[in-house]
């Protein structure tokens, strides 16, 4: 069997993917490489190319060359015996449509399958199935009554319904704010919440190849200007991220115990990353990243690291689920 790291894609956080393959590439040095462009073509990248990409989460990586369309690609890799490991994020890459277009050819791939991705990436769906496994969720603010929440809480909060939170995130702490978050919808749904003050937390959830799943110790995140947007994630010097984070027994066992039921909630597959707010005694439901980012400065890598699981363990793991999962026992 081939191993494939693809990574690209035609969403907006293509940049982020392509860090997190230099990060997969380093780990396996023997895998090949395909890049999926923004006109949704796949080429085969050389790691030099990769590895010598100096500013991913800035500059647009360039293949050069031909491409081939993304579902000829996908017939080659059926044809050629390829294991996909999937360093995508968002759009396609996560929602499930790529996740069902291997699944139709046969094709193995890491990370969740199709039904749980779409159900991940949808915010308010995901929320709906958190809260049925006793996950604490915030309530939803429909779009019409933005003005009436803001007036009884004070301060909103108003992300991109389907897309990674790091973008089109909106801080609604005024009326002015009010116009930028209508403004926003016309383009695409979004998920208004009160806003919820406290501590961020992410949990990583971690599928090993003998069935076990295990939460990882989570993470506090102490964001640059205090929002823990694109700009703060990745490019900022003075977000901190602290592994394990600095919460009590009790607050660090319902985080790892939330994320879990989360990931079951939701069928996750191999991985998966759960944000939360920590407000009081109690740890409040964000979101489920069924591929969440795995670049050497990352969240989940930082856990697995804190776990004592090196990366390149952690990645034999989910390509031996990925087989299991095309080809069961």
């Not at 990583?204 to 995140?221: S, Y």
Request: proline share 6%; hydrophobic share 45%.
């Amino acid at each position: 069997m081939r191993i494939t790291i693809l990574f690209g894609g035609s969403n907006k956080e293509r940049l982020v993917s392509v860090a997190s393959a230099q990060a997969l590439r380093r780990a396996l040095p023997d895998a090949e490489l395909w890049f999926w462009d923004v006109r949704d073509d796949v080429h085969s990248v050389r790691s030099e190319a990769l590895l010598g990409h100096a500013r991913p989460f800035e500059d647009e990586f360039v293949p050069g060359g031909a491409g081939v369309p993304l579902e000829r690609a996908l017939d080659a890799a059926k044809a050629e015996d390829r294991l996909l490991v999937l360093g995508l994020h968002g759009g396609r890459a996560e929602n499930g449509e790529l996740q069902a277009m291997c699944e139709l050819r046969g094709i193995p791939f890491t990370g969740s399958g199709s039904a749980a991705s779409h159900l991940a990436f949808d915010k308010v769906a995901a929320k709906r199935f958190a809260a049925l496994a006793g996950v604490n969720v915030p309530p939803g603010v429909p779009l019409q009554d933005i003005d009436r929440a803001l007036a009884e809480h004070g301060r909103l909060i108003a992300k991109p319904a389907r897309d990674g939170s790091s973008y089109g995130l909106i801080f609604v702490n005024a009326m002015q704010d009010l116009v930028a978050v209508r403004e926003a919808a016309r383009a695409e749904e979004y998920v208004i919440e009160p806003f919820v003050p406290g501590v961020e937390a992410t949990c990583g959830v971690l599928e090993r190849a003998d069935g076990t799943v295990i939460a990882l110790p989570p993470v506090e995140i102490v964001p640059a200007e205090g929002r823990f947007d694109y700009a703060s994630k990745y490019l900022a010097k003075t977000t901190q991220e602290i592994c394990p984070g600095r919460f009590s027994p009790a607050i660090a066992a319902r985080i790892m115990d939330d994320a879990l039921r989360a990931h079951r909630a939701l069928s996750c597959r191999g991985y998966s990353r759960t944000d939360f707010i920590v407000t009081g005694e109690k740890p409040v439901y964000l979101e489920t990243n069924t591929l969440p980012g795995l670049t050497a400065a990352s969240l989940y890598p930082k856990a697995l690291h804190a776990q004592g699981i090196g990366f390149s363990d952690f990645l034999r793991d989910q390509i031996v689920l990925a087989e299991k999962a095309i080809r069961p026992a």
